[in-house]
């Protein structure tokens, strides 16, 4: 096997991989974006989270429930307009 050939194996794996995640992209900057700005009010405004014994339980544990209605929302409205991803 030629090195052309090994780059051209390589590069068609970049892009299947990439065809593969384009439907989740919403997913992944969605919860990447959601979970740092968490992140972040915890760590400068930590009184406030850390209010009572069980707040930062309700906390980390009802916003991101929010987080998954909102997400499932999204998906129905994506299947709803006919964009189907790799697993439905």
Do not use: C
Request: charged share 20%; no cysteine; aromatic share 16%.
């Amino acid at each position: 096997m030629t090195k052309e050939d090994q780059i051209n194996i390589i590069n068609s794996t970049i892009n299947k991989a990439r065809e593969n995640l384009r439907p989740l992209s919403f997913n992944l900057i969605f919860w990447g974006v959601m979970i740092n700005l968490m992140s972040a009010f915890h760590y400068f405004f930590e009184p406030i989270v850390e209010y009572s014994k069980y707040s930062v339980l309700l906390y980390w544990t009802i916003i991101p429930i929010l987080g998954m209605v909102y997400d499932n929302m999204e998906y129905q409205k994506r299947n709803q307009k006919g964009i189907r991803n790799s697993f439905g």
